[in-house]
């Protein structure tokens, strides 16, 4: 199949692969300096629920914050090349790529809700839904709707 | 008009194949994407203060008291309610709350003078935050107002596309003019209700898994009844689009017409009626002017609400065809 058949609807997911990719990385940037200068905060005049907040962050640890720091690039990369495999419709890139985001995405999310603590973004809420709207929409198109488009 | 040649068999086969090409072009999957983070974001953004107070009253008391909570929501909901349905102005609004927190400063005894202001609210308000489940209520009132705003993302593209590119000239050698814009309308009609499905099925069903303030079966009744009044309400909005995809030959012209149209109309009438009184009557243009009564507590009103909906529905599907049928193509 050559490029000039792609769906609308393969563009617009690599545009948004695009998107989401570029405020991953930007994402992480603020992630590093946040937890950079987390210590520094003073939390004498902050409200009770700020100041939990800011204190589970604090005490967190390095290797958690690595670990998230990690999965976070990871996402980011595999956006950023699961939407060029869209772009050239390529199986390994697009499909298998973009399959192992949203599988890896997901399972984080659901991980993540489970071990950290609500302060921490943890827990399940409604945002938790929104956070995995992506990721499934992706694994589903990916397998019924763009499944013949992926073939290069 | 040439309604003669439609045919039930295909615009059944358009609209089956239009709802599942919606995203396959693009345009269904970006309202997909905007619809659900839109839908549940309101959602989150309503239901989040609540949760944080029933874990503060968690913190407090050692348990949770729903009815409390559900008080809560009413005292707060009621004067916001109040606003955004017309029932009072924005300084009786303001004057109310100030006199009330001024009456609770002095009297000790806030328990009467609460039953006595909950005695005071309008029928209307009283059936969506006191009779049903306030936190969906609230909800259905910002999709009410903000869904308008998304459907042109999925409405756009139903016709101009294809005549830019002169792709319907090959599908009209198999059938007419009628069977293409109705069937498209349907699927595109079809697609959207079925975005609203899972929104409301979303919500509702996080409100009675885990914030558990309402019954289930007050909560299940009232979220069908919402459902049906979104899915209604998006049927005259997708005409418009159809009316304006069908009269311009270019797909971003639809998009920005669709967008302009929709959201102009609101603005127009919103501010003219600051320079003149009666500018506020363009808001009746399209369904802004009443679409709210679709969860009014009055048969009167919510039937009189579906059946504007479907006349507004009506006027512009037939403005359209008769564009469609008769253009150039």
């Known amino acids: ?152 | 008009m040439n309604l003669k040649t439609i045919n039930i068999a295909h615009v059944r086969l358009i609209s089956l194949y239009w709802s599942r090409y919606a995203v396959r072009s693009g345009s269904g999957l970006v309202y997909l994407m905007i619809a659900l983070v839109f839908g549940l974001s309101v959602a989150h953004i309503i239901i989040m203060p609540v949760e944080r107070l029933m874990a503060l009253q968690k913190k407090q008391i050692g348990q949770e008291n729903p009815q409390l909570i559900r008080k809560t929501i009413i005292d707060i909901g009621q004067p916001i309610i109040q606003f955004v349905l017309g029932v009072k102005s924005f300084e009786q609004v303001t004057k109310e709350a100030a006199s009330t927190q001024m009456h609770r400063q002095n009297d000790t005894s806030s328990t009467a003078h609460s039953g006595n202001n909950n005695s005071a609210f309008d029928p209307w308000t009283n059936f969506l935050i006191e009779k049903k489940p306030a936190l969906l209520s609230v909800i259905f009132l910002i999709l009410i107002f903000g869904m308008p705003f998304v459907i042109s993302f999925l409405a756009f593209n139903q016709i101009s596309g294809d005549v830019q590119n002169h792709g319907l000239r090959y599908l009209l050698l198999r059938t007419e003019r009628c069977n293409i814009f109705f069937g498209r309308f349907i699927g595109t009609t079809f697609f959207s209700t079925a975005v609203m499905a899972i929104i409301v099925a979303t919500i509702t069903f996080y409100l009675g898994m885990k914030v558990r303030i309402y019954p289930a079966s007050d909560l299940a009744i009232w979220a069908v009844q919402g459902f049906l009044a979104l899915a209604i309400l998006m049927v005259p909005y997708i005409a418009v689009c159809s009316l304006i995809s069908a009269s311009v030959d270019s797909p971003f012209l639809s998009l920005v017409l669709a967008k302009v149209v929709i959201a102009g109309v609101l603005l127009m009438a919103i501010l003219g009626g600051f320079a003149w009184k009666p500018a506020k009557y363009i808001l009746y243009a399209l369904p802004w002017g009443w679409q709210n009564n679709l969860i009014h507590p009055a048969p009167a009103h919510w039937l009189g609400a579906v059946i504007a909906s479907l006349a507004y529905t009506a006027f512009f599907l037939t403005l359209g065809y008769i564009r469609f049928e008769t253009r150039d193509l």
């Open chain 1, 1 to 152: 199949m050559n490029e000039e058949k792609r769906p609308g609807g393969l563009t617009a997911l690599a545009v948004i692969n695009f998107i989401f990719s570029g405020w991953g990385l930007i994402g992480l940037i603020g992630l590093a300096a946040f937890f950079a200068l987390i210590g520094k905060i003073p939390t004498d005049n902050m409200q009770e629920a700020q100041k939990a907040q800011i204190e589970a962050l604090q005490n967190m640890g390095l290797p958690v914050f690595i670990i998230i720091f990690l999965l976070s690039l990871l996402s980011s990369v595999l956006l950023l090349l699961s939407g060029i495999g869209y772009l050239k419709q390529k199986k390994f890139l697009g499909r298998t790529i973009g399959n192992i985001y949203a599988v890896i995405t997901i399972i984080s999310s659901v991980v993540s809700g489970i071990l950290f603590a609500p302060d921490l973004g943890g827990g399940f809420n409604i945002m938790t839904i929104v956070g995995l709207i992506y990721p499934v929409l992706t694994l589903i198109l990916l397998n019924t709707t763009f499944k013949e488009d992926l073939t290069n």
